[in-house]
């Protein structure tokens, strides 16, 4: 038990389906986030979320859509998705922003 | 502009030589620094944490890192690698609250 659980770990998904990642967290923080992983390339930060207030890359496509509703849930939404999202998407907490973070185990999204 | 450079994206040590990672970053103001560790199939796990308490700050597992300001370096060893040390080892700078990452180094133990 990581603290902080992902569903599913592994997702398949076409460009035009509609699919939800879901994250939970049980260690009490105010803070989650949305990391994307790509071979080679350092972590992105997507989305932040830190007592319901929320901080957004700019650089990240509507077609990803977050959603926090409540402190210990966090839920990334897709729909349209390229073949160039296919990566690993973290989930992460902290206590607060600034504090180190704590990981789920991701979940790995091929988009065919 | 803050930015983190691990020099090497593969290092490849023999079981119970010493583990060298390095880590150098780019920063306007005094920084925090962090190595985070990713095991195969799992998401990643702090390390150490560097916040200006102390230069030489150890971790779990055995790792440890040297703040260095002068040659803006906080690299990782640890005296002895194990073969349970094979993972992906991150550096990371805290910026405003957001964390600038390292891409990476993977770390290869040879028996």
């Known amino acids: 038990e990581t603290g902080v659980t992902q569903t599913p770990r592994h997702l398949v998904m076409g460009m035009t389906n509609k699919k939800s990642l879901k994250c939970e967290q049980h260690l009490g923080h105010n803070a989650m986030y949305w990391y994307k992983q790509s071979a080679k390339k350092p972590l992105e930060l997507m989305f932040v979320y830190s007592l319901e207030e929320r901080v957004e890359n700019n650089s990240v496509p509507s077609r990803f859509s977050p959603e926090c509703p409540n402190s210990s849930h966090l839920f990334l939404h897709l729909h349209t998705l390229q073949p160039e999202d296919s990566a690993l998407y973290l989930c992460?907490?902290?206590?607060?922003?600034?504090?180190?973070?704590?990981f789920g185990n991701g979940t790995r999204l091929t988009v065919t | 502009a803050q930015s983190v450079t691990q020099l090497g994206s593969h290092v490849s040590v023999s079981e119970g030589a010493l583990v060298l990672l390095r880590c150098n970053y780019s920063?306007?103001?005094?920084?925090?620094l962090f190595w985070y560790v990713q095991y195969p199939n799992q998401g990643l796990q702090l390390l150490l944490k560097y916040t200006s308490a102390a230069t030489l700050v150890k971790g779990i597992n055995g790792f440890e890192a040297e703040f260095k300001k002068s040659e803006t370096s906080f690299h990782l060893t640890k005296p002895s690698a194990h073969m349970s040390d094979a993972a992906e080892y991150f550096c990371a700078l805290d910026s405003n609250y957001q964390l600038i990452w390292g891409a990476g180094t993977k770390l290869i133990i040879k028996p």
């Open positions: 920063s306007s103001v005094p920084p925090y």
């Open positions: 992460a907490s902290s206590p607060s922003r600034g504090s180190p973070l704590h």
